[in-house]
């Protein structure tokens, strides 16, 4: 008796086929082995494998600038540099990343855009201000100058008997040399020098006799830059009064300061 050794089935030993499944007996009774089903031809697709992705650098721009919107013209640079990372962003099939960046730089340059006329609108009114405040406060420092120095020139009269021959004399004394009549100490240097807090000072003796000896003296103090680091003009003489002039320098007929 012939197993099949395709179904297990026992058959007669005559038997050429398995009367079960039909498989053939070899010679030696047993079923010829079957060949492997054909592999299928096509093989499954892969999507592209690309390298690591790369932030984009005008989104990191765009994401700084929109930080300083508030330094022109950095929220115009910041919506430019957005829109551009954010186009090579979306053509980039995935290489490039940063649209999160590219789209907080526009905002905040919008934003800053936005800003610019409320920032303008303060300038304008505050810079006038400020302006006024600064020459109102190198006006009140000239006017205080003028006194020190009519008084160091009073002191100096006091002591030397007669008016000193300019602002040296009444400035520091050389080094190494204690005061005198050709550095008597009695104003700093910058007043010495002539010029403080916006203006300009100059001193002149006067001598009524017409001879070397002072019997009086001029003081006048002038803006540097009319409009700009004062308004008023101001003099004085030895005696201590300040006059003052709007638009031209003052002398000893100038309106006395109130």
């Known amino acids: 008796m012939k197993i099949c050794p395709a179904c297990t089935k026992p058959n007669d030993d005559a038997a050429a086929f398995c009367s079960n499944c039909g498989a053939q007996f070899s010679a030696a009774g047993s079923v010829p082995p079957q060949a492997p089903p054909p592999q299928p031809s096509w093989q499954p697709q892969t999507a592209p494998q690309y390298g690591p992705q790369e932030t984009s650098g005008l989104a990191i721009a765009s994401l700084i600038c929109g930080f300083l919107f508030f330094i022109f013209p950095a929220a115009v640079l910041a919506i430019v540099f957005g829109h551009i990372s954010s186009s090579q962003i979306r053509k980039s099939a995935g290489r490039l990343k940063g649209a999160g960046m590219s789209l907080a730089g526009m905002i ?99 001598s009524s006799r017409g001879d070397s000896v002072f019997d009086g003296f001029d003081i006048n103090a002038d803006p540097i830059t009319p409009g700009a680091t004062g308004t008023r003009h101001f003099h004085t003489d030895e005696s201590d009064v300040i006059r003052f002039e709007r638009s031209t320098q003052a002398g000893r007929e100038s309106p006395p300061l109130e």
């Open 108 to 206: 905040l340059g919008y934003v800053g855009i936005a800003f610019i006329p409320i920032i303008l609108i303060i300038a304008a009114i505050a810079i006038p201000n400020l302006l006024r405040a600064k020459m109102a406060a190198n006006e009140a420092s000239a006017i205080s100058s003028l006194r020190d120095i009519s008084r160091a020139a009073i002191q100096y009269q006091d002591t030397y008997h007669e008016y000193p021959s300019g602002l040296s004399a009444l400035g520091p004394p050389l080094q190494g040399h204690g005061p005198d009549a050709d550095g008597a100490d009695l104003i700093d240097g910058l007043l010495m020098n002539g010029s403080k807090e916006g203006y300009m000072f100059e001193y002149h003796p006067v």
